[in-house]
């Protein structure tokens, strides 16, 4: 399995395009346009009960892309995501992640789980488990390190994420925004090949808000391919290659953040950015 920090990676914004000048700064992390497609989804739906969520959804995530995806309460963000790592089970359509068809194969299911790496709104953490503990969990079970390489990767990870101190605290001895790293931490010791973020910040107090959206942004840096449900659009704008605005079970429309904030083309983007952005 390749590193995806060694993946050639070029600035997308060309000089061409119509909305930035050539002198104008590209976003934190790009990917080039030939680079291996990671994430192809092709006319995906799901319902739930009768209840159309996700109503054919097509995208390709390349690797190194990171994608935030937007859109009011209810339109199907997170559900979306969470049929990437089979969170959720899709009824048509077609979801091939890493190379893996996500079919009802349990083989698939747990290579996929082994791939993609998730960080959820309330963190998730095992509150009976040390920061240590919470970290060194999944790669000792599922990928069979031994504890010692395991603590030394947690212990490494806590300090790329800037709390190499709490290793042997409890989830509730740490603040939100601590909790929240600690969880990003859990899922990158997993060595995934994708992360998705459903509204990592949402629940956090506003002072603790930039310093998970800071750890991302390294992440997005190293060149992780990453789908980042949030409305943190100052995240968005400096940081995102693309942003997706769902609505309804659809992507409504997509594009570079440039394109997006200064000439969405569809009313529905105008009016939520309006109801976002004031
Ligand atoms: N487990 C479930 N059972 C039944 N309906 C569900 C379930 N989960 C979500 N839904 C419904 O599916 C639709 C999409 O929900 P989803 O959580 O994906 O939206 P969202 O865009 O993430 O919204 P929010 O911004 O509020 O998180 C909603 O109408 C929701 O009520
Ligand atoms: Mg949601």
């Known amino acids: 399995m390749s590193d995806p920090a060694s993946q050639p990676r070029t600035d997308p914004v060309l000089p061409t395009d119509p909305f930035v000048s050539s002198a104008a700064p590209g976003p934190a992390s790009g990917s080039a346009s030939d680079a291996p497609v990671i994430i ?68 698939n299911i747990a290579a996929i789980r082994r791939e993609v790496g998730m960080v959820f709104q309330q963190f998730n953490l095992f509150p009976h488990l040390t920061v240590l503990q919470n970290i060194t969990l999944g790669p000792i079970r599922v990928r069979g390190w031994t504890r010692e390489k395991a603590e030394e990767e947690a212990h490494r990870l806590l300090t ?48 603790m808000i930039s310093e998970v959206l800071d750890v991302m942004q390294g992440l997005a840096r190293s060149g992780m391919t990453m789908l980042c449900v949030t409305h943190e659009m100052g995240f968005a704008r400096h940081v995102a290659d693309r942003m997706v605005f769902m609505d309804d079970g659809v992507i409504v429309e997509q594009g570079p953040p440039t394109q997006i904030f200064e000439a969405p083309e569809q009313e529905r983007t105008k009016r939520f950015l309006a109801q976002i952005l004031h």
């Open 40 to 107: 192809e989804c092709q006319d995906v739906h799901k319902w739930y009960g009768d209840h159309h969520v996700l109503r054919g959804i097509d995208m390709t995530v390349r690797q190194g892309e990171v994608l935030v995806i937007f859109g009011p309460s209810g339109s199907g963000k997170s559900t979306f995501i969470r049929t990437l790592n089979r969170l959720e089970e899709h009824q048509r359509g077609r979801i091939v992640v890493d190379g893996i068809e996500l079919t009802t194969d349990v083989r």
């Open 160 to 207: 790329r994420v800037g709390i190499p101190e709490q290793a042997l605290k409890y989830p509730l001895q740490l603040s939100g925004g601590q909790q929240q790293r600690v969880a990003i931490a859990r899922a990158l010791a997993m060595q995934p090949r994708v992360m998705l973020f459903d509204e990592p910040t949402s629940a956090l107090d506003p002072e």
